[in-house]
């Protein structure tokens, strides 16, 4: 698709209308801040941020022509549609497109693409607090073609953004089910109410191993390296990787498996102790020194019980409580610590039950994320045949 080219700022100007802030609050204009803006979906959802704009200065005027674009540290992607009029910290340039040759929904989705924002990130003004210098992006080429064919791209650009939506939300509500079941099923194991035996973790675990320390490579091995990163959600993320080094053969033991049982032994307090298993085929994956691979004794733990047991709050709080190191955004556990802790065991089949409610509920999760995954994927190929 060849489509031709126009510079930003003949079809698009920023609208520099201010006002006190104090003033537009008194005349009911709400006050958006960066940090209302949610960065993968444009929304502007107020209430969870800091500032409400009293007190403040000059805020930018905005209604619902504009697109809001977040100057400061534009890698941030906080460029929102607002649907209402109100004012926005100066951070928040309005753009105003010309409505006769430019629509505003095609602009939103233009500006966000990656290639803009490298292109902002390439000249910004600013070391520690980089902004947009905004006559850059006047200055680019943005493809125009007729006002019907962008309201078609916008379209089909927002249907599988909300395909994506409702596919996440489902996801979540998916996985929110698997604590409270582990909940219903086992009790919570602060207070252990079903009264079942402890044991030492140690006397339930068969075996723990990690990787090396390595330095990231050039890119040229066939070998990744996790990040910690990998697992802190919870869910494994192969894509948190990085080179291993040009010709590093790794130990066969280091390598990741399907079926790993992977925990971040260092983190900060808060992410310590984060667990995910590795559901699919994970390729040329090989374990940092950072996480360990935990293997259960099969004859007395599932490791789907263990990975709901281990996400527990109770034992979250134990985690954050026993590791050690003097930086708070580095906090390690020991293996002695580790295997110390006592938890409550249910029996096996009470386990296995749990495990293969868990396992459905996962399996719709993944199809969730198949789902959102391919939508995300027809988004990407519309916009780059679009923009280029």
Known sequence: ???????????????????????????????????????ETGQITLGQGSRTGE??????????????????????????????????????????????????????????RQAVIDMLMAKNTGARMPRADMSVLLDMPIPLPALEEQRRIVGLLDRAAEIRRRAEAARAKARAIIPALFLDMFGDPATNPRGWATQRLGDVIARISGGKNIEAGNGSSPYRILK???????????K?????????????DHRIRKGDFLFSRANTSELVGAVAIVENDPGDLLLPDKIW?????????????????????????IFAQIASGTSGSMKNISQAKLVAIKVPIPPLPLQTAFA?????????????????TKAEAVAAALSGEVFG
């Open 1 to 39: 698709m060849s489509i031709a080219a126009v510079e930003l700022g003949s079809v698009c100007r920023m609208d520099r209308r201010t006002t006190a802030a104090s003033q537009a609050l008194g005349r009911g204009l709400e006050f958006v801040g960066m940090e209302h803006i949610d960065p």
């Open 240 to 252: 948190e990787s990085k080179p291993a080094p040009e010709g590093y053969q790794p130990l066969p």
């Open 293 to 317: 691979r935990i293997e259960w004794r099969s004859d007395t733990v599932k490791p789907r019980f263990a990975y709901s047991l281990l996400r527990s709050a109770e034992i979250r709080r």
């Open 55 to 112: 007190g403040k200065g000059q805020a930018f005027l905005f209604d619902d022509r504009h697109v809001l674009f977040g100057k400061l540290r534009p890698y941030l992607r906080k460029i929102a549609l607002p649907c209402r009029p109100g004012c926005a910290s100066t951070e928040l340039v309005p753009l105003l497109p010309d409505t006769s040759r430019l629509d505003r929904g095609y602009l939103f989705h233009w500006v966000r």
């Open 356 to 372: 293969e409610q868990a396992q459905r509920l996962e399996a719709t999760a993944r199809a969730l994320d198949t789902a959102a």
């Open 228 to 238: 910690v990163s990998a697992v802190t959600s919870g869910y494994f993320r192969p």
